[in-house]
């Protein structure tokens, strides 16, 4: 099965910092990469799909690239409602993988 | 408004069984997958089950191959997890998700998620 890991597990980071989550794939998925966050208490919510196509309503600051096997969320600009826990997931067949999350958090 | 709904949630013992729904709305159900995610707590997700709009494919995660079965019906807009043989590694809140569709070309994955319903195993 396809194991998806995620870097760092915790990213410890200042509003307005430019921050990167990186995902790896152990095989190709490509552009099936997608990432979302979750906040305590509450359900995930679609950030990207497609590995780089930001998901409606979601603020331009978060982006999505990579391709393959390597995949990076990067977040332009923290904000102070930024701070959670992200995800990617493949979806390159039909069942489905999540990372094992990234808590980004306040330095 | 694109709504799902879980319930079914509860205390259960050990090898016991439990089923969970969930109610859409706000969509054409029959247009897409479903899926079940779950969490356990303190934990990340783990996608658990998908099944196909028309019901004719599903799919698990090795972990509960043989004891868990996805259902829907497409009359009702339901998504149903019947879950068998419980253990306390099944604890956690679990998650239905709206999932692919093959209706449009956006290739979005899990676009719309319920708020969960807790499932606990424990005597």
């Known amino acids: 099965d396809v194991q998806m890991t995620q870097s760092p597990s915790t990213l410890s980071a200042s509003v307005g910092d430019r921050v990167t989550i990186t995902c790896r794939a152990s095989?190709?998925?490509?552009?099936?990469l997608a990432w979302y966050q979750q906040k305590p208490g509450r359900a995930p919510k679609l950030l990207i799909y497609k590995a780089s196509t930001l998901e409606s309503g979601v603020p331009s600051r978060f982006s999505g690239s990579g391709s393959g096997t390597e995949f990076t969320l990067t977040i332009s600009s923290l904000q102070p409602e930024d701070f959670a826990t992200y995800y990617c997931?493949?979806?390159?067949?039909?069942?489905?993988?999540f990372g094992q999350g990234t808590e980004v958090e306040l330095k | 408004e694109v709504q799902l709904v879980e319930s079914g949630g509860d205390l259960v013992q050990p090898g016991g069984s439990l089923t969970l729904s969930c109610v859409a709305s706000?969509?054409?159900?029959?247009?897409?997958?479903m899926s079940w995610v779950r969490q356990a707590p303190g934990q990340g997700l783990q996608w658990v089950a998908n099944?196909?709009?028309?019901?004719?494919?599903?799919n698990y995660v090795d972990s509960v191959k043989g004891r868990f079965t996805i259902s829907r019906d497409n009359a009702d807009k339901s998504l149903y997890l019947q879950m068998n043989s419980l253990t306390a590694d099944d604890t956690a809140v679990y998650y239905c998700?709206?999932?692919?569709?093959?209706?449009?070309?956006?290739?979005?994955?899990?676009?719309?998620w319920g708020r969960g319903s807790l499932v606990t195993v424990s005597s």
């Open positions: 997931q493949r979806y390159n067949t039909p069942s489905r993988t």
């Open positions: 099944i196909k709009p028309d019901g004719s494919e599903k």
């Open positions: 095989q190709s998925v490509s552009p099936w």
């Open positions: 706000g969509f054409i159900f029959s247009d897409y997958w």
């Open positions: 998700a709206r999932d692919w569709t093959d209706t449009d070309s956006s290739g979005r994955p899990n676009d719309y």
